[in-house]
């Protein structure tokens, strides 16, 4: 079993960073493949950024060159750095973990945290 809990999240002006973390318990997380998705009231979750087992990366078209996934395998932690925020990024984040890339890309994970807001004001 895995537990997954997100933090970071907060009021941050159009323009602006934040960094949320996924730790994870119960289990190590470094055999799976980890994910951040995103979901705005009334709206389907929708994919942001994957990290597969090996470091390797997949984003969203609507993030690319402006957030980044990583890894932390001696922390169990997994980071995901939003750089120039916008209004349309405000939603409640959410971290998963998968046993495939493919899988976890279509939201088929295996474990969900919790989620954190995320407001971006404009």
């Known amino acids: 079993q895995v537990q997954l809990v997100e933090s970071g999240g907060g009021l941050v002006q159009a323009g602006g960073s934040l960094r949320l973390s996924c730790a994870a318990s119960g289990r190590t997380s470094s055999g799976y493949a980890m994910g951040w998705f995103r979901q705005a009231p009334g709206k389907e979750r929708e994919f942001v950024a994957l990290i597969s087992a090996s470091g390797g990366t997949s984003y969203a078209d609507s993030v690319k060159g402006r957030f980044t996934i990583s890894r932390d395998n001696a922390k169990n932690t997994v980071y995901l750095q939003m750089n120039s925020l916008k209004s349309e990024d405000s939603a409640v984040y959410s971290c998963?973990?998968?046993?495939?890339?493919?899988?976890?890309?279509?939201?088929?994970?295996?474990?969900w945290g919790q989620g954190t807001q995320v407001t971006v004001s404009s």
């Open positions: 998963a973990a998968g046993l495939t890339t493919a899988t976890l890309r279509i939201g088929s994970a295996n474990y």
